[in-house]
């Protein structure tokens, strides 16, 4: 069926500027927002014209420009009087600049202006076009720096923009059209340092995979395998070479940062490689401060054996981040309640909408008691069943939430008040991709926005995912991220019944 709905954010979010005095001279001092800029903004954003934009959060920050004439290349000197000629008599005062590039635009196109590239949206915090952080057309940084001559003299030379932000500690909001920034939940994000996504997982390599029975009573998506054992070892080797490409692929390609534990046959977890379900993380501030205190979760399973994956050691080492609130709701299992973790919730921590496809395994008073104990504003809940007819196990199956981009298998929800309801919820804040329930089964709808070095998100998920998504919703997902990162791990959607979503257990 492919996308069958892509609606842009409507959401309103305004800053506010302060001109002054020094609009007369040709700087705009945006005193709330701790940026400047060389001409004054409109309510679009940067006039056209626009060419600088001073960092000035902190004592030292750079004035970021764009060259009129194309230099290609990076001039090892920029006499005093072009950057005045950009920014003004206030140049005196610029110690160090940036200097923007297109490296990738040919000789004949006309590169991006400074105004389509960024632009500020307040204290530390800019939007960048997404495409400026995409390979095809990235924007690199050369920075100089004052020298006694009077000229500017280059120091580093083609410095990535989003890490030469990053670095600076300026927080970057990743947007298709930084005009229509403001709205947006990833400039809501970048304004309030609120993040959706963490550069930072715990996962759990299946050292120990094999097919698990309890696990398969309710999960559709399993298919019969070896138990763990002696005679699952060809299998368990399958699954540990896919999952090392996956490994691969996230801490070295992208730059997510790893926590990698195993498990062994003596732990009795064959499932123990998708921790995201025993476990959550929540920075304080998250859902627009609904979060009090930084706080770890613990979640009751329904099945003994994936219980058992709830380790002291992992635990432990969880404690040791320094969260200040512990919720432990794994005595609901004596209860015969089940509600478990990221795999029950997919939640937008910017906004504090928690979405739960209500099961065996998300219990929807556990979801209330969740939402509440954590400060959502919102909780969203709903039926959705498979191809066929089974009730989705986890809601992470059917939808996942990034910065600015939704997925979601709304065909999936029968009852049309509430799929009427989750979409409309979605649409608010997001560009929403509906996917087909042939596409659910490839496991589309559980991808993962995770950070990538340079604090820019990127989409992660299978290579069976990305190969069922049509190339008109790869591109709404592009929109929004900076990479589709995906591995293939075949054998263990096969077996385990699960996508790299719920390999991953974020960690802030």
Known sequence: MGMRRVISPVLGFMCSFHHGALQQKGLVSLSRCGLATSTTLTDEGLSPETRSLALDHKPDGPVLLQLPDR?????????????????????????RLGVLRSPFTAFHETPRSFAQIVRPLGGPAVAVATEASQPHGRIVVDEYVASASGSYDLREAATDLSRYLNNEGVRIALVPDVSKAEGSTAAKGAKLALRQSSNEVLMVAPTAFGFNEQAAEDNSFMHVAPKPGPGSRNLTHQVLYEFAELHHQLREVAGVKVHLFEHSLAHGTPDACFPNNWFSTHPAGEASGGVAKSTLVLYPMKHPNRAAERRADMIYALKLRGYERLIDYSDYEAKGLHFEGTGALVIDRINGVAYVDVSERADIVLAEKWAAELGYKDLVTFRSTDLRGKSVYHTNVMMAIGSGVAIVCAESVKDTSERSRLLSSLSRTHEV??????????????????????????????????????EQQREAILRHVSAIVHSPIDTLENVGGGGVRCTLGELF
Request: charged share 15%; proline share 8%.
């Open 71 to 95: 230099s290609w290349g990076a001039p090892p000197h920029l006499p005093r009087s072009t950057v005045e000629a950009i920014i003004g008599p206030h140049a005196a005062a610029a110690s």
């Open 433 to 470: 991709v509906e996917i087909s329930l042939e596409q659910m089964d490839s496991l589309c709808g559980n991808a993962l926005e995770l950070q990538d070095v340079r604090g820019v998100p990127v989409m992660a998920m299978s290579t069976q995912a990305y190969n069922a998504f049509t």
